[in-house]
């Protein structure tokens, strides 16, 4: 299964005034963008369910000349308040970094995760954990445990 970075060269969410959070999510070709939109995930319910609001507050908008999408709906919490979080709203997007889409076989997305797939980190494993799998035995290997030459001198 694919994830949205298969899909998209970019993905951010950002401010768009202190009561409008905004998602962007820009393609990388014309081919992706219309398997991303045709796949429907990124619809009003998808979001509604993930920050708690109405599906008529949220704006679904496509831009196929831009292969991109935007999304608007209310901010969780108005900006700078007090229990506001995320004052620029640079983190919302994190969500959706787990949805799961289908492959693109032929693509560049796809051609893309063959290339990268020993190295992807899995999402069920520590944030520090990477798989070891270098073809290049002169370059080092991260690692969740320390290794006999790391630590304080």
Known sequence: MAT???YCSLVRSKNAGPF???????????HTYMALTNTGILNRA???GLFN???????VVNHPRALAVKVSLPRPSVQGAQHDSDCYAGQQYAPLMELRLP?????RASRERAHTEPY???LDSGPADVCRADPNPHR?????EPSAGCGAL
Do not use: K, V, Y
């Not at 080092?140 to 969740?144: I, K, L, M, Q």
């Open 140 to 144: 080092g290997t991260w690692s969740s």
């Open 4 to 6: 949205l970075l298969d």
């Open 120 to 122: 992807r980190r899995s």
């Open 46 to 48: 998808l979001f509604a």
């Open 20 to 30: 409008t959070l905004t998602f962007d999510f820009m393609c990388h070709d014309q």
């Open 103 to 107: 492959d693109l076989p032929g693509t």
């Open 53 to 59: 609001t109405s599906e008529n507050e949220i704006l």
